[in-house]
């Protein structure tokens, strides 16, 4: 009998995940005293295989690319596919570094990138709905349809939840009268109410949310939270509330309803 062992993690495996964060996070503290600032980032702006991060001026992006450049490579990484709203950093990264999207991107179309589940347009420096909107309504409305509708809204943020709300109301009152029938079609009235929601969801994908929340310097900021509830769903809505030169501002920062 002939034993053989895996010298390296399988590709696709359960485990996959949880090993790569675990070498991730070991980088960091490898190299967190000639590092400090790679270790920071590496420590809090990454998801899974995704580096976010927002800094206040150029010189610091860079920095961070510098840094993450010299310290990955120590735990067997290759950061690749960077792509930055200045100038100046972009400027900064090496060819085989930036993103594809750079190339294959023509001139006349908007320069866009997806993460966690948005689509960061670069240009106006927005991030918008990329998931749900292009779906087509099909002709037998069922409890599945409508749940997969729902489901296909991907809105980290919660700002939609009033609009993705209506439809988990209307599929609880279903489930009430009717049990959870995933594949009959549901009452004439419920089809008439989904198919005008269904609609509206294409307005979904001409909406877009600034990524900075201020552009300008802040002298006070205040975190607002509300909370309501009802028979049929509960919410949760934060906001934030900054004082500036030019007065107060108020700005939506993220919401919940279930």
């Keep these: 009998m002939e034993i ?8 696709g495996a359960k485990s996959s995940p949880t090993c790569v964060n675990y070498a991730l996070q070991q980088t960091a503290r490898d ?4 590092h400090p600032l790679a270790a920071y980032v590496l420590e809090r702006n990454f998801y899974m295989d995704d580096f976010v991060k927002s800094v206040k001026g150029s010189e610091a992006g860079v920095a961070i690319y510098e840094d993450l450049k010299a310290v990955l490579p120590k735990g067997g990484f290759q950061l690749k596919n960077w792509l930055s709203s200045s100038h100046e950093v972009m400027e900064n990264i090496a060819i085989e570094d930036k993103s594809a999207e750079l190339t294959e991107t023509i001139e006349a179309e908007p320069l866009t990138s997806s993460f966690l589940g948005l689509q960061w347009n670069v240009g106006r420096d927005t991030l918008e709905i990329c998931r749900g909107p292009q779906k087509t309504i099909p002709m037998k409305i069922t ?11 991907f809105d980290l943020l919660g700002m939609f939840s009033p609009y993705t709300m209506r439809m988990r109301i209307l599929l609880k009152g279903i489930w009430t009268t009717q049990g959870q029938s995933w594949d009959e079609e549901v009452p004439e009235s419920a089809r ?3 198919r005008d929601w269904a609609e509206e969801m294409q307005m979904l994908k001409d909406t877009a949310l600034p990524r900075q929340y201020f552009t300008e310097d802040i002298e006070k900021v205040q975190l607002h939270v509300f ?3 009802s028979f049929e769903a509960m919410c949760i809505v934060a906001y934030l509330r900054a004082e500036t030169e ?4 108020l700005l939506l920062l993220l919401g ?3």
């Design 4 to 11: 053989y062992e895996n010298t390296r993690h399988v590709f």
């Design 143 to 153: 409890q599945r349809v409508i749940l997969s509708f729902v489901s296909s809204v």
């Design 31 to 34: 190299n967190k005293k000639q």
């Design 256 to 258: 919940n309803a279930e």
């Design 192 to 194: 008439e109410q989904f």
């Design 246 to 249: 030019e007065g107060v501002r």
């Design 227 to 229: 909370s309501d509830a």
